[in-house]
């Protein structure tokens, strides 16, 4: 998970701070946030509970947009604008994270591409969509689009999280992503005395009420329990993402390009480069100067995640050739 340094000095941290004086923090932050932040858009009924969605724009493709791994919906401030120039674009959050609730059931991205599927019927959101998942939101869109190849005009998969046990990937670097997402499992105690609100960044680029509503729905305990639970489903989820063929619409992906001259970084990247490799109109691209978080939070990165998607849409249009496949 893209939070992991977060989380871990918020479990440091629990050993030191006061632990009713955070929960009382906690939960009067929590209620503030619940006040000062309702729902942008709508919250739709799905089996097992509530799912928050946000359409703006019109025309076809319909984009949809899947947030990160410790994120929410408000990640994306910086680009439903531009694409909603464009096209009909929606923005959603996954069950327990942002505005969404917590739905019955396992936590792994075949659960959470189910949970979608049923948000887009409730919602009368029909195809073609054109996915766009950044980080852990890839594996959920990949999984989408297999599941319903029917309504897929394409992907934009935004530096891809990490799936364990890649076949290019090397044993000891394998086994430190599992122990980073193993450290997650604490995160909702550091959550429930309030470290993961004392160690939230504010450095980002969104507008200001949607920055102040991005980092108040990530502080929340809700949150932190899901992220433990989709790490805890991540050997599940990483199963079904490696099963899955090569994608059968044009695909589009893009990798950070910081930081420099790192192993993880590099190999990060020839993973994601490879999942269109056979792919029948893909491309692989790196964004220089920005990190994975970077890519929504950041003007730069989102830009050129914007640019990405309108490409796309335009392809899906005949506007242009697709893509050809970079290795």
């Not at 991205?109 to 852990?136: I, K, M, N, R, W």
């Not at 090397?170 to 609100?197: I, Q, T």
Request: with cysteine; glycine share 10%.
């Amino acid at each position: 998970m893209r939070r992991t340094p977060r989380a871990m000095a918020a479990i440091l941290l629990a050993v030191l701070f006061p632990p009713v004086a955070g929960a009382v923090y906690q939960s009067v932050a929590t209620e503030y946030a619940a006040d000062e932040f309702p729902p942008p858009g709508r919250l739709v009924t799905v089996p097992g509970g509530e799912l928050h969605i946000l359409c703006t724009g019109a025309g076809a493709p319909t984009v949809v947009l899947d947030h990160g791994g410790a994120s929410n919906s408000a990640e994306w401030a910086l680009v439903q604008p531009r694409i909603a120039e464009a096209t009909r674009v929606c923005a959603y959050d996954r069950a327990g994270f942002g505005w969404s609730r917590m739905t019955e059931g396992p936590r792994d991205a075949g659960q959470s591409a189910a949970d979608l599927a049923a948000l887009l019927a409730a919602a009368g959101e029909t195809g073609p969509f054109v996915l766009v998942g950044h980080g852990y939101g890839a594996f959920v869109s990949r999984l989408f689009a297999a599941g319903h190849p029917g309504e897929i005009a394409g992907l934009v998969l935004v530096d891809p999280e990490r799936p364990f046990d890649h076949p290019l990937v090397p044993v000891e670097m394998n086994y430190r992503w599992k122990e980073a997402d193993d450290a997650l499992a604490l995160a909702p105690l550091a959550s429930r005395v309030g470290l993961m609100r004392l160690v939230a960044g504010d450095d980002t680029d969104l507008p200001g009420p949607d920055a102040a509503a991005y980092e108040a729905m990530n502080g929340a305990t809700a949150a932190w329990e899901s992220v433990a639970a989709v790490a805890a489903a991540m050997p599940l989820t990483s199963a079904l993402v490696l099963d899955l063929p090569r994608p059968a619409v044009p695909v589009l992906v893009l990798s950070a390009g910081l930081p420099l001259d790192d192993d993880d970084r590099r190999i990060w990247t020839m993973i994601n480069a490879d999942i269109v490799v056979g792919s029948p109109a893909g491309e692989a691209r790196v964004v220089a100067g920005v990190t994975g978080e970077d890519l929504t939070l950041r003007r730069a990165g989102a830009d050129a995640v914007s640019a990405a998607i309108l490409d796309m849409v335009n392809a899906t249009r005949g506007n242009r050739p697709p893509a050809a496949t970079e290795g």
